[in-house]
């Protein structure tokens, strides 16, 4: 992998680990962290859905992206980042994912198309690539 031109730097900060809390450099992030919802009890963000959500949101402009160079509006797409986490064969935690992507009105195979281009194109699917199991699906 090259070295990138950064064109936006961030920082988020967090005390307390999964039990704490993480404020971004100019403060538009604040939460609580806590550990996955356990007995019906949540508590605050855990790590996980702060990962799905920035994978999502980076992974949909890549469909606008990859869908307007194919000339397909995407602009009532979705796109579902699924977060798994647990023990690894190794010994350790690991993460695996699932990437659901829609375009309403687009041909599901067109979509699985598009959705694998964007797979190619968005930072966190290349940052990700080789380290977890990731399954993009058309839906």
Known sequence: ??????KYTTSVTVSGGRLGHAVSDDGVLDVQLRTPKRNGVNEGTNPEQLFAAAWAGCFGSAVHAVASDAGIDAADSSVTVEIAQGPDSDGGYGLAAKILVSIPGTDPAKVQELAGAAH???????ATRGNIDVEVIAV
Not at 120 to 126: G, I, K, T, V
């Open 120 to 126: 190619q194109l968005c930072p966190y699917s290349n």
């Open 1 to 6: 992998m090259g070295t990138i031109d950064p």
